[in-house]
């Protein structure tokens, strides 16, 4: 039982609402997609199911730890937080240390337990920045230290994200950059003068890498190679289409029998689509759509800078991953290869979305 001081409000109780019920939906469609193929890679049915459970254990305890810790000793994690981060970005890099997956080094193996160090790295990088900006607020529309050193900082390290690579979490991190920057007061002909630099090396290494284009040209025309590069889109937008208004059934999909790949990962929103159709979907996204209304009004209301700043950056993860994620699945942006929070299964981006709920309730007490 969390305990407060009399001079404390209560959580925010909305938030973790629907975080639990976004956990609870998460949690049942993980089992309905990965059973049939668990049964057939590790003879059990509830391989996944069982793993999720324990991740889920683990984000929970995170969570409450975080609503325990007073926001403001946080910002002794700000610095090495950055130290740690670049550690980890390092390591991934190292052969036999980081774990490839898919020709992606982005995983590290500690004991039994394999976590990717970018979800990681985005709470370390919103903490340091909600610390710098609130530190040196008297800088923030100058250009040298109020922006300059920020970004150094947060572009050195995505620098380190691309190299991985993984050049969807490198945007999203930019994009927290921006967005942090334009909150505590930079001048926006900087911010604009910054997109503009960006710009180009993000074209250049989209183009540069020749499977980052061909991610563009199939989602401009996934049938143009529907067995090959294409295929994986289109199927998402079969169980879409099969979903109908109401959907076919909790547990009777038929997309996930190996038509398609990482159903209970970065496509389960599909899933959902087919097994509970337009109305499972529409409550998904109006779900996410009050988490981040909660979020930025707790921020909004928060007692100072720093817990303003944070909260509004810890929000603006979850919001940016959610919108990546959904439009990607649906086929109105190119595929970023980001987890839907608190539903896809994976153990490092539940437990990392539940700590920064953590963060969120906390500050929700302080409100003012």
Not at 120 to 130: M, P, S, T
Request: glycine residues 10%; charged residues 15%; proline residues 4%.
């Amino acid at each position: 039982m969390i305990r407060f001081d009399a001079t404390e409000r209560n959580p925010d109780i909305i938030l973790l609402i629907v975080t639990l019920i976004l956990v609870i939906v998460g949690t049942v469609m993980i089992y309905s997609s990965s059973s049939i193929m668990a049964m057939e890679r590790f003879k059990d049915g509830q391989f996944f199911l069982k793993k999720q459970l324990i991740f889920v254990l683990m984000g929970l305890g995170a969570m409450l730890l975080m609503t325990r810790i007073p926001y403001e000793e946080l910002k002794k994690f700000a610095y090495p937080g950055v130290i740690v981060s670049l550690v980890l970005l390092t390591l991934v890099l190292i052969p036999k240390i980081g774990v490839r997956v898919g020709g992606a080094a982005r995983w590290l193996k500690v004991g039994f337990f394999t976590f990717q160090v970018t979800e990681l790295v985005k709470i370390f990088v919103v903490l340091f920045l909600a610390h710098f900006l609130t530190r040196k607020a008297m800088y923030t529309k100058e250009l040298l230290r109020g922006i300059v050193i920020p970004m150094g900082v947060t572009m050195f390290l995505v620098g380190l994200v691309v190299i991985e690579p993984d050049f969807g979490g490198a945007v999203l991190i930019t994009m927290i950059l921006m967005f942090m920057l334009y909150l505590a007061g930079a001048r926006i002909r900087y911010l604009a003068g910054l997109v503009a630099m960006l710009i180009p090396v993000g074209v250049g290494a989209l183009l540069f890498k020749s499977y980052r284009l061909a991610r563009l040209t199939t989602f401009l025309d996934p049938w143009r190679d529907p067995q090959n590069s294409g295929f994986q889109i289109i199927q998402s937008l079969i169980s879409f289409g099969s979903g109908g208004a109401f959907g076919v059934g909790v547990g009777d999909g038929r997309q996930k029998l190996f038509y398609l790949p990482e159903a209970h990962t970065d496509f389960i929103l599909a899933i959902i689509a087919e097994e509970s159709g337009f109305i499972g979907v529409a409550i998904i996204i109006c779900l996410f759509a009050v988490f981040v209304i909660r979020g930025f009004l707790i921020s909004f209301k928060a007692p100072d800078k720093f817990s303003t700043l944070l909260a509004a950056g810890l929000t603006m993860i979850i919001a940016l991953e959610a919108f990546v994620n959904i439009a990607g699945v649906m086929g109105l942006i190119p595929l970023k290869g980001l987890a839907l929070p608190f539903l896809s299964y994976g153990g490092t981006s539940l437990i990392a979305s539940l700590a920064m709920v953590g963060i969120l309730l906390n500050i929700s007490t302080h409100e003012e």
